[in-house]
């Protein structure tokens, strides 16, 4: 089941989504008639897994982790999908990363990764935008609309054996297999689960294959992870309203 929230002139909703259409407790809806798609979920917290795939090591010249490495990003960098990127006047090296993502549906703490499905609402996909030439990972990852988010959540999908791929401008740039993660989905948001108290609506990004080129405005960012959706966004120039 598809799980999405969409933004009407009377607030938010959230239902099940099928097809372009949202059925909520309060009405049906059609999404671009109605209202648009919001992210699918409200985060207290983004945390996101770095260096999680070999083909990035090799790519980045990381060293393999020993356990997962991790950041943070802040609610204020998610944006939906459909929504544009902005590039910011500050960079000249804008890139993007496509993830999968965990929500969390309850509070939750000290998981054992056999525990993990128990508090997973779902799963979404995530694109990492990174400005590249900035010092420091909060100044390159934690800017406002730097968590594209979207474009829903599904909540039957198992998260070790999908299959994606990320598209700009209509060239395919990434393709990769869950599988390949150097800890799996499981794993990971378990350990997060020893070091912070997981709210619902938390999300936990697992990291992205390598990553071969920046994106321009002016491009179209979309990535695809089978059986839970395509997250599409426009990038387009912060200095233009």
Request: aromatic letters at 8%.
């Given at each position: 089941?598809?799980?999405a929230?969409l933004?009407?002139?009377?607030g938010p909703v959230?239902?099940?989504?099928?097809?372009?259409t949202i059925y909520?407790?309060e009405g049906?809806?059609?999404?671009?008639v109605d209202g648009?798609l919001l992210?699918?979920?409200?985060p207290?917290a983004?945390y996101?897994?770095?260096?999680?795939?070999?083909?990035?090591?090799e790519?980045?010249?990381?060293?393999?982790?020993?356990e997962p490495d991790f950041?943070?990003?802040?609610?204020?960098s998610i944006v939906?999908?459909?929504?544009?990127?902005?590039y910011p006047s500050?960079?000249?090296?804008?890139?993007y990363?496509?993830?999968l993502v965990?929500?969390i549906?309850?509070r939750?703490r000290?998981?054992?990764?056999?525990e993990?499905?128990?508090v997973v609402r779902g799963?979404t996909?995530m694109?990492?935008?990174?400005a590249?030439?900035q010092?420091?990972?909060?100044?390159?990852?934690a800017?406002?609309g730097s968590?594209p988010?979207?474009?829903?959540i599904?909540t039957?999908?198992?998260?070790?054996?999908i299959d994606?791929?990320t598209?700009?401008?209509g060239?395919?740039?990434?393709?990769?297999?869950t599988?390949?993660?150097?800890?799996?989905?499981y794993?990971?948001?378990?350990?997060?689960s020893?070091?912070f108290t997981?709210?619902?609506?938390?999300c936990?990004a697992f990291g992205?294959?390598?990553?071969?080129g920046?994106?321009e405005?002016?491009?179209?960012?979309?990535?695809?992870?089978d059986g839970?959706g395509?997250?599409t966004n426009d990038?387009?120039?912060?200095?233009?309203?």
């Amino acid at each position: 089941m598809r799980l999405a929230r969409l933004l009407t002139p009377d607030g938010p909703v959230t239902g099940r989504y099928d097809e372009g259409t949202i059925y909520a407790t309060e009405g049906i809806y059609e999404v671009g008639v109605d209202g648009r798609l919001l992210p699918p979920c409200e985060p207290s917290a983004l945390y996101c897994v770095g260096r999680n795939y070999a083909e990035t090591l090799e790519q980045m010249e990381y060293e393999r982790p020993e356990e997962p490495d991790f950041f943070i990003k802040p609610p204020a960098s998610i944006v939906a999908d459909g929504q544009s990127i902005s590039y910011p006047s500050w960079t000249d090296e804008l890139t993007y990363a496509g993830e999968l993502v965990a929500v969390i549906d309850e509070r939750c703490r000290d998981l054992t990764p056999e525990e993990v499905p128990e508090v997973v609402r779902g799963y979404t996909v995530m694109n990492d935008v990174d400005a590249l030439d900035q010092v420091g990972r909060t100044a390159r990852k934690a800017f406002d609309g730097s968590a594209p988010l979207g474009p829903w959540i599904e909540t039957e999908v198992d998260p070790t054996n999908i299959d994606m791929e990320t598209y700009v401008g209509g060239e395919k740039r990434q393709e990769a297999n869950t599988e390949l993660m150097l800890f799996d989905p499981y794993e990971l948001v378990a350990h997060l689960s020893e070091r912070f108290t997981l709210r619902p609506g938390d999300c936990i990004a697992f990291g992205s294959p390598a990553n071969p080129g920046l994106v321009e405005p002016g491009d179209t960012v979309e990535i695809t992870y089978d059986g839970v959706g395509t997250l599409t966004n426009d990038v387009v120039d912060a200095s233009f309203p």
